[in-house]
């Protein structure tokens, strides 16, 4: 039986005779891997079982010094592989864009890359680039990165970039004419704005990636309704009330939330434009098992446009048969 399947309360049987955890993770040793957000939630626990799996994991954080206790407890795990730290704020382009010309400098190869960090619902703010926070970080922040990086994804063995969504991805919509929520913004709208571009965009760059024929893999997976300080940093006032009551009393454990991606960066059976979630019917608890993104975000023509925007904001582009062909 697949490792992973759809089911409704029946766990899937895994490699262990079990639904897929953490334990069931292939041997990862000889992977570079990063990680954005890795001081907390989601990322520092993808962090922690790539490194204990053997990865070398470039673990990065925007606060130093939570990221110097991640990385302190990371390690204190006694990891079969390792770890790093490094610092980056994506809510500046130009500090995302010098990260990555370091890291294809110091890097002979990168096999995984995980967009893994978020802003969740915060009063209207905007980053250094003037762009809304939530659509700048969880967004054009990972578009940047990715495309700078993938010089070094081709060099990578069994490649994959995995963009963390959200089930709220499903509500989303692209503002194209008020992406910086000056007119009218919402809190929630704006953050499923923002999973939405980052659906549109993984599976646009799966397109991509094969009609130019590469074996680089775009994956996406989402945690359910997981427990983590995401819910707690962003949001303020009466919503943060809501957020605490939810996540005492009907979010999963974090530990559960994360499977979804640690399977989409490590399974064997993966192939590139898949979206990996929780498995209970309304996809916000359980063990990880494929899933389908929203309708709209199948809308090739609405991917492109997304695409040529992102290349406008943030002055990046990727020219795949360009790179492929090592022009």
């Not at 309708?295 to 040529?308: K, T």
């Amino acid at each position: 039986m697949n490792a992973i399947s759809k089911r409704s309360n029946t766990p899937t049987t895994g490699p262990g005779g079990h639904g897929w955890t953490e334990r069931d993770i292939p041997d990862q040793s000889g992977r570079t891997v990063l990680v954005t957000g890795a001081n907390s939630g989601l990322g520092y626990l993808t962090s922690l079982q790539l490194a204990k799996h053997g990865a070398h994991v470039i673990m990065t954080a925007r606060d130093l010094e939570k990221g110097r206790r991640a990385h302190g407890k990371v390690m204190a795990s006694r990891p079969k592989g390792s770890a790093e730290l490094r610092q980056l704020d994506l809510a500046d382009l130009d500090e995302v864009k010098a990260f990555a010309d370091q890291l294809l400098r110091e890097n002979g190869r990168l096999d995984l890359l995980v967009n893994n960090a978020g802003i969740m619902m915060p009063p209207r703010s905007l980053t250094r680039q003037g762009h809304e926070l939530q659509f700048g970080v969880n967004h054009l922040a990972h578009f940047v990165l990715t495309c700078q990086l993938f010089p070094l994804l081709l060099k990578g063995r069994d490649s994959r970039v995995v963009t963390l969504s959200s089930d709220l991805h499903k509500r989303g919509k692209i503002h194209f004419d008020d992406l910086t929520g000056s007119r009218k913004y919402g809190r929630v709208a704006y953050y499923a704005q923002s999973k939405f571009a980052g659906t549109l965009f993984a599976l646009e760059l799966d397109r991509r990636l094969r009609a130019a024929g590469s074996s680089v893999k775009s994956v996406l997976a989402h945690p359910g309704y997981a427990s983590t300080n995401l819910q707690m940093n962003g949001p303020s006032g009466v919503l943060k009330l809501f957020m605490r009551i939810g996540n005492r009393f009907f979010a999963q454990p974090a530990e559960m939330g994360v499977l979804p991606q640690l399977y989409a960066a490590t399974a064997p059976d993966v192939r590139s434009g898949e979206f990996f979630g929780p498995d209970s019917p309304n996809e916000k608890k359980g063990y990880p098992t494929r899933v389908k993104p929203v309708a709209a975000s199948r809308d090739e023509a609405l991917a492109e446009r997304l695409w040529r925007v992102s290349e406008e904001l943030t002055g990046v582009r990727l020219d795949l048969h360009r790179v492929e062909g090592g022009v």
